[in-house]
């Protein structure tokens, strides 16, 4: 075995058989974190890891402080560097959560290790660790938490290092440690701000031990070096982190008191909050309550064996136990403070649970018998895996998370032109489609969250420059009037209609200038005994089958309507009075119904219809018209008829 693997798992090449299980050790918490690892929908939080990890970095910063986001941004950048050579779906944005979870197996024995465990309760550790539902499902997301994690354990690593033996060691290697302890805490707290409990934690390690070295009256002089290098190195830490927290703070915490509120989430009492954290921690974040609750108080009951069984190396029972409990308390407080918060924050307090459990499984094991105590190792491990495997089982039986924006994808990727944009509502949107679309049909995306007083502006220059818009919103439509984009892009441009896709709707915008009927509208027919008059320019265009017709028709109204009438723009095939296409709306795309017309006033109305496609070219008249919304019953021509024929459509085939 390498060098390095030897030093970060403790093997040696003597050991055979403890290579083996650490090899097999390994592969089962790969095939938990990466089999079918794309399976599943991407959620919310997954959509904003990715769409941030596409920005530049001014963009990250400009983005975090206009949506009010919570969380710091190094996951994210790092999440693109890692996606960059690689490609992004879902597959590769949550391989490096995935990867990452995988290392905290190796990285919880050598901890384990170092704070003087047998290597029997190590491997149990790793094995724990392996298995731990609440480690598997959090390296299944496209989030920071094992990213959060690894940092941490390789910091807690750096602590053992610098005040254990290695304070005796040279200055280089001491100044080494704590450099690793910058590096560490800028990226652990530069991905999550939770990861500030484990830093308060290490501080109370600090303490407990110069503490213990009083107690034992000796001299504090030899922890001197190790603290202040470690204080240095925290300090260097924050003020690397500085500059980014005084800028989004105040909007960081706007947006988590937002969340909580939007959300309806409440801080918990004291033993609500207890039972709900250690429950978590101890067995995922779903399935069956019994099976939690029985999993919970196995784990509880061992890791308390541990820590008693630790009684004769007191400074690693009390690293455990500040490692376990310090960040729970704390958390106590900031959800009293701040309600948006999960105990998926406090992931990486697992490991130190993982530790506790495992000595306190090899110390049961090592009081009995030879025998007994190997067939109780086996039947605790059984018994622990068991549970594991069925929390695990039923994490992965959960059903798909909303919104599912893949068949949004599948969509927009058949209907997709060089050039076309997207204008989206909501920060998760662009970074799912960016992982459901192939790298040749991503669109250019936009915000739909202009500078006060410049939506006009920026929409029209956005649909004149790429005469495509699609906009995708969610949980309201493109008509909706709190949504003053749809609304402006449904005034300004033609649009063959929204399709929904659960609560998602995307939909589809043509610039005026893409119409297949230009130039001046010279014919016009009076409808309704002369109360209407429409409009037109002869159409006689070839359009590539499948390609959205926008057309424009002008109206006018001699005098007051009470009527509430819809245009019909219908595709007639040649012998056939069934429309082989149609767009059925009122004027404007439904913004200006035909009672709110002023007299005299002339209306531009521009609709889109998509030709069926055919495996040959074919010719369509195109007849439009009114008729009223209740009755159904046609608006006659005053020169006969109940339709306007305003041209051909030829469609051919690509």
């Known amino acids: 075995m390498s060098k390095p693997i030897v030093i970060l ?16 050790i390994l592969l089962l918490a790969a095939a938990l974190r990466f089999i079918s690892l794309e399976d599943r929908n991407l959620w919310f939080d997954e959509g904003v890891s990715l769409t941030f990890s596409q920005m530049t970095l001014p963009d990250v910063l400009h983005y975090h402080i206009l ?27 949550r391989a490096l959560s995935a990867f990452l979870g995988l290392l905290a197996v190796p990285m919880t024995y050598r901890i384990a290790r170092m ?50 033996s290695s304070y ?3 200055n280089k290697r001491s100044v080494l440690w704590s450099a690793l302890t910058v590096f560490c805490t800028v990226f652990a707290v530069g991905s999550q701000y939770m990861s500030l409990l484990m830093v308060v934690a290490m501080s109370v390690w600090v303490l407990a031990k110069i503490a213990n070295v009083v107690r034992q009256h000796e001299s504090v002089r030899s922890l001197a070096r190790p603290t202040v290098l470690w204080i240095i190195a925290i300090t260097l ?42 429950l978590e921690l101890s067995a995922g974040p779903v399935g069956p309550d019994s099976l939690r609750i029985v999993m919970t108080l ?57 530790i506790l459990l495992g000595q306190g499984i090899s110390k049961l094991g090592l009081m009995l018998n030879h025998r007994v105590g190997a067939v109780a190792l086996v039947l605790i491990s059984f018994s622990l895996t068991l549970l594991s495997g069925l929390l695990i089982n039923a994490q992965m039986a959960l059903p798909e998370r909303l919104p599912n924006l893949r068949p949004v994808a599948e969509d927009l990727q058949k209907q997709f032109h060089p050039g076309d944009v997207l204008v989206y509502s909501y920060s998760w949107q662009p970074g799912m489609l960016t992982a459901y679309l192939p790298d040749d049909t991503q669109p250019k995306y936009y915000p739909s969250f202009f500078e006060q007083g410049r939506v006009e502006e920026s929409l029209h220059s956005i649909l004149m420059q790429h005469k495509r818009v699609w906009l995708l919103t969610y949980s309201i439509g493109a008509n909706d009037p709190i949504n003053d984009v749809g609304i402006w892009l449904l005034g300004h441009a033609a649009s063959p209609g929204g399709v929904w896709y659960q609560d998602s709707q995307l939909t589809l915008f043509l610039s005026p200038d893409q119409i297949v009927n230009p130039g001046d509208p010279d014919q016009c027919v009076a409808m309704g005994g002369a109360r209407i008059e429409l409009c037109y320019a002869p159409l006689e265009t070839n359009l590539a089958a499948g390609e959205p017709a926008p057309i424009a028709l002008y109206w006018k109204a001699s005098e007051k309507l009470v009527e509430r009438y819809i245009v019909f723009v219908h595709a007639l095939a040649e012998d056939s009075p069934i429309p082989a296409a149609q767009q059925d709306s009122e004027p404007v795309n439904g913004l200006l119904p035909t ?9 531009t109305d521009l609709h889109a219809i998509i030709p069926p496609l055919t495996e040959q070219s074919a010719t369509y008249q195109i007849v439009v018209g009114l008729y009223d919304a209740d009755t159904q019953q046609r608006v006659s021509i005053d020169t006969g008829g109940d339709s306007v024929d305003i041209g051909k459509l030829t469609v051919t085939n690509p």
Do not use: C
């Open 115 to 164: 704070l003087g465990l047998l290597r029997i309760a190590g491997m149990l550790a790793a094995f724990l660790v392996a298995v731990w539902p609440m480690q598997v499902y959090y390296s299944r997301e496209a989030k920071h938490y094992t990213f959060m994690q690894i940092f941490l354990l390789i910091a807690i690593l750096a602590w053992l290092y610098l005040f254990g």
């Open 9 to 24: 798992v403790g093997v040696t090449r003597q050991n055979l058989h403890y290579q083996i299980i650490a090899i097999a």
């Open 168 to 170: 005796r060691q040279s």
């Open 237 to 278: 830490a924050g003020f690397v982190l500085l500059p980014w927290v005084l800028a989004t703070a105040y909007g960081a915490a706007a947006g988590t008191r937002s969340a909580a509120s939007n959300i309806g989430l409440a801080s918990l009492s004291p033993l609500a909050y207890i039972v709900q954290t250690i």
């Open 67 to 93: 949506w009010q986001d919570t969380n710091p941004p190094i996951y994210r950048v790092w999440l693109g560097v890692w996606l960059r050579p690689i490609g992004v779906n879902p597959f590769t944005a």
């Open 595 to 603: 009672y709110a017309w002023k007299p005299g006033q002339p209306i």
């Open 298 to 354: 196995l784990i509880l009951s061992f890791a308390a064996v541990g820590f008693v069984s630790l009684i004769s190396e007191n400074s690693s029972r009390w690293l455990l136990i500040i490692w376990v409990l310090v960040p729970i308390l704390l958390g106590l407080v900031v959800q009293t403070i701040i309600p948006f918060f999960y105990p998926r924050f406090l992931l990486f307090v697992t490991p130190a649970l993982a």
